[in-house]
């Protein structure tokens, strides 16, 4: 199934369901998506109805317009870094040692809002160095403390695409002093549909990764498209970390971190700063600037057929 | 005024004037803290009225059975660490150089649960090492980005003592990574009476901070009673710290940090983790151990004539 949240002036939205082509949605039974996966056992089996139903042409014409984020605002937010180039690159964007760590790296973000994939993002200044990050999130039910990733696998209801939005003159300062981050990690953008993983098929692997390509560009130039699947560890395992000592609560959001593949050179990268580093390795000296007021960002992952599972995040970057 | 939750089936509770010797108790015209804070401004009048009649001995008896955290859970939780000596100690304490920083120290931690001041607290596995940190917090209504700390002192709302709970095992490896806390700040518990800055008096100082003692006891022996008016910066200043980039959802609570006095020797100390590396410093070697399960924290912030405004904080540390 395909879940979708329309705009009706309360800060949760109304839920529902999506056809595959967008083009048609039915009311779900709910009012909203982080009340549905509190109840997400009873709730599914008419939700995957009513799936079956708009997808054989039922409902009513979806208004893109009125897209928000799935789920446009939760309790919890926890973002992985699952993708060992991307954190190889960011020691060297920031100029940092190596992090030391066996464990999965995760902070907690803010969780308060997610921007609709078509929002207008405001920012103060250009000068903190403003910067997307496209990724992949899972969207879980009530997960008790001390799961293992095979007891977490099946706490993944809904899986997510995600604008990690970044501000990297501020980021290594607030690395330094062992807290991470908060003014460097602003609201996150969503797109638009989120998806259960029987619904992406092969494209959600046995191990809890996202098998598709992210499509990025920066103001209509080809920015990248690096594959989901190479998460060093699975959505499973993050979950099962995120777990370790507390309760997740419903609707909490796991993100993978960056989407990045060590074949840079030829997929291209899911942030600036990922560039940045390259081209200091390559020529001693970034290039790439950060993002000026007026840019656009967008992000859209892919079938090998042109399908769009997440719908598209296109957005400008503007002063607040 | 004085603001407390009662338990009645729903994660948000009922929300209630309370008298200031906490024996009666009076409906709040909206239903719980969230939904008051959200809409504060028209609210207030109302609460500060009916504060005025349990004052004069109208209500209700007041169950302290059924008293939750004032907040049970709210959409932002962002703890400060406002007090250079505990800064210092926590270093020694983790064996990790000075945090380099100029600006206030700050994390995200979880938001969607605070424990009830006399809830039991569950916790997988001792070896964590099981520590508290007693502190204070304030409550904000909606703050723009980007305010100056002189506007951010007209949203503080509601001031609240808290039990940041802390895993002292996991904190270093979790620091070293630079993305801040996960597994080491599992849920807080807050003691129940959320009092509004002009309930406070004098104890509410010009600057924004809590001049009480907090009287800290574990298992029944006394602990320590540092006075909340030694933050490096007051919570002012750590407000427009977290809203250098973003919007702060109304509900957002501010953290001091555990309190903490460059007078340790005289007034002890709020958090285990300090004795310990005061310990080190004095005999190169930790003594004190971490809690066990069974052991009791005690924590009560009090006036020169007795009054605790904020309530008790009593609970016992159990196995999950």
């Given at each position: 199934m395909r879940l979708a949240t329309l705009a009706d002036g309360t800060p949760d939205g109304s839920l529902v369901l999506a056809s595959r082509d967008g083009t048609r949605c039915l009311k779900a039974p709910v009012s909203n998506l982080l009340n549905a996966i509190e109840n997400w056992d009873v709730l599914e089996p008419q939700l995957a109805a009513l799936a079956e139903r708009v997808e054989a042409g039922e409902g009513e014409a979806l208004d893109p317009a009125r897209l928000l984020a799935p789920l446009p605002r939760t309790w919890q937010w926890l973002d992985g870094s699952a993708f060992g180039t991307h954190g190889h690159l960011m020691q060297i964007a920031f100029g940092l040692p190596p992090v030391e760590s066996e464990r999965p790296l995760m902070y907690q973000g803010m969780s308060d809002r997610f921007y609709a994939g078509s929002a207008d993002i405001p920012f103060l200044d250009e000068a903190d160095g403003i910067d997307f990050e496209g990724e992949f999130g899972v969207i879980l039910d009530a997960v008790p403390m001390g799961v293992t990733p095979e007891e977490a696998a099946g706490h993944i209801k809904l899986v997510v695409q995600?604008?990690?939005?970044?501000?990297?003159?501020?980021?290594?300062?607030?690395?330094?002093?062992?807290?991470?981050?908060?003014?460097a990690k602003p609201a996150c953008s969503m797109a638009p549909f989120a998806v259960s993983p029987d619904a992406l098929g092969a494209q959600w692997t046995d191990t809890g990764r996202v098998a598709l390509d992210l499509v990025v560009e920066r103001s209509g130039q080809p920015f990248g498209h690096a594959n989901g699947a190479a998460m060093d560890v699975g959505f499973p395992e993050l979950v099962a970390h995120a777990a370790r000592t507390r309760d997740l609560v419903a609707g909490t959001i796991i993100g993978s971190g960056t989407v990045s593949s060590p074949d840079y050179e030829q997929v291209g990268s899911s942030c600036i700063s990922e560039v940045r580093a390259i081209e200091m390795i390559a020529s001693g000296a970034a290039s790439s600037p950060f993002l000026q007021f007026g840019e656009e960002v967008f992000m859209e992952a892919r079938t090998r057929d042109g399908w769009a599972p997440f719908g598209t995040i296109r957005q400008k970057v503007v002063p607040a």
């Open positions: 995600i604008n990690d939005w970044s501000l990297r003159a501020i980021a290594p300062a607030e690395m330094k002093t062992g807290f991470g981050w908060v003014q």
